[in-house]
């Protein structure tokens, strides 16, 4: 069935891109929230994207490949909107229109927060493969194959990102015990 | 269960609690502009770009080297004056810096590469065979250019190979390998070798042949730029969350040093470096909620960018003085070193180009139109550089897909259109002797 709408929207069928866009937008919007946490830039790195998408299609040797080459375009939107700058980070987000629909303890959300400290913290190269592979749960092979690096490059990309999550977090834990021991 | 499995594992139930429902459905705006936007044929898409770059040029003129034997007086008296008239009878170079007289222009378009006559206009291919080739640029003395070649229908991700030729496009030869996310690339002084970008490490190719090298001491960077006036450093951009500007031998026999005194203001700073001729000072951009006077940008309008000079010896950096409530963004050196062009930032959503002082002391004048922008500069959709007379900027305005590129006289005459117009489109050119 997709390899259908993708034949057919590489040969100019813009309703069929229109059902291949409906349906991946619903994954790649929040992966894009996740990489550069700020809803304006993922609106635009998406649009980037799928414009993109939409423009290179005929270029697209292999159909079957169409989520592996989208998720691509959008990791490489994404790097290049993180690499400029931007709008003030301290602007008030009103788009937000739900909150975790997990009922936390204190703990966890704890957790959460010293969790989106640590990933703000990241490069955003080490963003897209936590994305890749935890949030769009994509093996770390097709997670190779979708940034275009070898596997190994992929594997020790993760690595990186969690140790430095890992670094990161310890040092929010002492900090945290030293706020609250009075030592800082 | 490891630490690291249990890290894995909450962050996994984060990302998904944390993503959700955060962009508001935007479905309809993507699709409004994917229906005005044209589908490329195969051959025409590539995801890169690099900018118009007409840099200065070094000097390839050798002094043949004297006679080692002892010879008869009449002989090498003889050798001598053939010597003497052979080099009297090459066309003079170029030095590599400084002002210079206008050649022929190169351009790029849609996969081919044509010689324009600045006289007549007139734009010929140089027929350099198959493959989508795109962004010449000439070496500082002018007689060779090098350009990107994709090899066959180009997909994504693009691999590209670096060529170089001869001015008049003989002597076609790859100087690297195909080469995946191969970006932004600079000839050395005296010509004979051209850094690159490669996935984010820099690389060293030289024209005599070799494999290019890879400096790996120099870290992840971008902006690889040879350093004048003798190019015995290469200056980049440290891509990190704490950019600097630092410096390596292009032997890599010696590890990289921190030019950039200053500790970056956030993971943008430092972007746009353009060296000075005399290799003295660089001019770079940095992004701040404040502006220099320490008050800040209204946070409804976002950040600003600014241009600031630096000196390279000392590490000391100068803000470029502009109109109150605008920004500054890009820049390039006029060949004299007394200039600089940048875009100048216009809040209610606009660009324009302006030359200034390169010492700091302002007397702004604008170049060309008011173009439409983004408030806080983050998309100015052109790139620019003086000609080697330095009477001009040569602009080029659009994006990927299509561009025009103008010749826009520094004294108020009005701009002249360079032939032709499309996807892909670079321009360079030629320096020649006065």
């Known amino acids: 069935m997709q390899r259908d709408l993708v034949e057919r929207a590489r040969k100019g069928d813009h309703d069929a891109f229109a059902e291949l866009a409906g349906a991946a937008i619903s994954r790649l919007d929040p992966a894009a929230w996740l990489m550069l946490r700020d809803v304006e830039q993922a609106k635009d790195a998406v649009q980037n994207a799928l414009v993109r998408a939409w423009r290179d299609l005929p270029t697209l040797r292999d159909p079957d490949r169409f989520d592996a080459w989208l998720h691509r375009l959008l990791v490489n939107a994404c790097i290049d909107e993180a690499r400029r700058l931007r709008r003030h980070r301290l602007d008030v987000d009103l788009t937000t229109i739900s909150a975790p629909s997990i009922v936390d303890d204190v703990s966890a959300i704890e957790d959460r927060d010293r969790l989106e400290r640590g990933f703000l913290r990241l490069e955003p190269e080490l963003r897209a493969v936590i994305v890749l592979h935890h949030y769009l749960d994509l093996p770390m092979p097709v997670v190779a194959a979708t940034l275009g690096i070898p596997l190994g490059t992929a594997k020790s990309r993760l690595h990186r990102a969690l140790a430095e999550m890992r670094a990161a977090l310890d040092a929010d834990s002492r900090v945290r015990g030293d706020l609250v021991e009075g030592r800082a | ?434």
């Open chain 2, 1 to 434: 269960m490891t630490t690291n499995e249990r890290l894995e594992r909450t962050m996994s139930a984060w990302l998904r609690d944390d993503a959700a429902f955060r962009v508001p459905d935007h479905l309809d705006e993507v699709l409004a502009v994917t229906r005005d936007t044209r589908q490329r044929p195969a051959w025409s898409s590539l995801e890169r770009w690099l900018p118009v770059d007409t840099t200065f040029r070094p000097r390839l003129f050798t002094v043949p080297s004297a006679a080692r034997v002892i010879a008869v007086a009449a002989l090498l008296l003889l050798i001598l004056a053939i010597a003497i008239l052979a080099v009297g009878s090459q066309p003079r170079l170029p030095e590599p810096f400084g002002i210079a007289r206008n050649g022929v222009f190169l351009t790029s378009r849609d996969g081919d590469i044509y010689r324009i006559d600045p006289k007549t206009a007139e734009s010929q291919p140089l027929g350099l065979g198959d493959g989508f080739d795109f962004s010449p640029i000439f070496s500082r003395d002018g007689t060779k250019f090098t350009f990107l070649r994709s090899d066959g229908p180009l997909t994504e991700p693009a691999v590209l190979t670096l060529y170089v030729a001869n001015a008049d496009g003989s002597d076609l030869r790859a100087v690297t390998p195909p080469t995946e996310s191969l970006d932004w690339f600079d000839w050395s002084p005296d010509g004979t070798r051209i850094a690159y970008m490669a996935e984010g490490s820099l690389y060293v190719a030289d024209l005599a042949g070799g494999d290019p090298r890879r400096l790996a001491g120099a870290g992840r960077i971008h902006f690889p730029t040879w350093l004048p006036p003798d190019g015995k450093e290469i200056l980049f951009r440290v891509e990190t969350n704490n950019p600097a500007i630092f410096a390596i031998s292009p032997d890599g026999d010696a590890k990289r040093r921190a030019v950039s005194k200053t500790p970056a203001n956030n993971r943008y700073d430092y972007q746009s470096i353009a060296l000075s001729p005399d290799g003295s000072h660089l001019i770079f951009t940095r992004w701040a909620e404040n502006g220099p006077d320490g008050e800040p940008y209204p946070a409804r309008l976002g950040w600003l960018p600014r241009v600031y000079v630096m000196d390279i010896a000392t590490g000391a950096e100068v803000v470029l003085p502009t109109r109150s409530g605008t920004g500054q963004r890009g820049g390039a050196y006029s060949p004299d070193g007394k200039l600089v062009a940048y875009a100048r930032i216009y809040r209610e959503g606009a660009f324009q180009l302006v030359v200034a002082n390169a010492d700091g002391s302002g007397n702004e004048r604008t170049v060309g139109d008011k173009r439409p922008g983004k408030p806080d500069g983050s998309d100015v959709n052109a790139t620019w550089t003086f000609t080697p007379d330095g009477k001009a900027l040569l602009v080029r305005y659009g994006n990927d897909t299509q561009a025009t590129t103008n010749l826009v006289p520094l004294d108020g005459t009005p701009p002249t259109s360079i032939e032709g117009s499309g996807g892909f489109e670079f321009v360079d050119v030629q320096r020649l002797a006065p």
